[in-house]
């Protein structure tokens, strides 16, 4: 069965803190997207990307930075968190094999405080 | 600009009756159309999709999406609705021009016992 996974599904943090958001997948996927989830405004894209050390920004890239070292793993970095970006984050993964169809993961809740 | 909506934030449908989600997109050249469920405090999960073909798509859990090139929407929709349908749905697109996949804000459906 396909998986992706996230590290963490609850996470408090204080303003200012660098914090780590880690995705992996099991399924060979190219693609690997990082999205935020708010009431009322959906799924939001931060980044993407298609293949290994390549990235492409999405629609809300500020104040966020990721890094994909292996084709399995893609990492969201908050530099400086803020109270602004508690948020749901969600990470999911698709490849041209399965026509695009995305995989998410749980989820995860982070609150900065 | 490349854009989904979703133009009703909930939708409210007696159990037994037809259901309707609409989404629209503004793109140009043939994007891939998706539709995503979100049941209460799980993950997203894939419904079915566009790609080419026959403008009627059938998918999972008995739903189906009818894909309109001339007036740019792909609206969801299942002949009998049922309670366990109730959930958070997701219109989502990718356009050609790159990988991004951008989702609209969502339609909470509430099917009434």
């Known amino acids: 069965d396909v998986k992706v996974t996230q590290s963490s599904r609850y996470l408090v943090k204080r303003t200012g803190e660098k914090v780590f958001l880690e995705c992996v997948q099991d399924?060979?996927?190219?693609?690997m997207f990082w999205y935020r989830q708010d009431p009322g405004l959906g799924l939001r894209l931060i980044y993407f990307?298609?293949?290994?050390?390549?990235?492409e920004k999405g629609d809300i890239p500020e104040g966020y930075s990721v890094s994909r070292e292996k084709k399995e793993r893609f990492s969201l970095i908050l530099e400086s968190a803020s109270t602004n970006q508690t948020s749901m984050y969600l990470c999911?993964?698709?490849?041209?094999?399965?026509?695009?169809?995305?995989?998410f993961g749980p989820g995860t809740r982070l609150t900065v405080t | 600009a490349q854009s989904v909506a979703q133009p009703e934030d909930q939708v409210n449908v007696a159990e037994g009756n037809p259901l309707t989600v609409k989404c629209t997109y503004s793109?140009?050249?043939?994007?891939?159309l998706f539709w995503y469920v979100q049941y209460p405090n799980r993950g997203l999960q894939f419904l079915l999709k566009?790609?080419?073909?026959?403008?009627l798509v059938k998918g999972s859990y008995g739903f189906e999406a009818e894909f309109n090139k001339s007036q740019t929407s792909f609206h969801l929709k299942k002949p009998s609705a049922l309670v366990s349908d109730s959930a958070l749905y997701f219109c989502?697109?990718?356009?050609?021009?790159?990988?991004?996949?951008?989702f609209g804000k969502g339609t909470r459906l509430h099917i009434l016992p």
């Open positions: 999911a993964s698709s490849s041209v094999i399965n026509s695009y169809e995305q995989y």
């Open positions: 989502a697109v990718r356009f050609m021009r790159d990988d991004k996949i951008i």
């Open positions: 566009y790609i080419t073909g026959d403008n």
């Open positions: 990307s298609y293949d290994v050390k390549m990235k």
């Open positions: 399924m060979d996927h190219e693609n």
């Open positions: 793109v140009s050249g043939n994007p891939y």
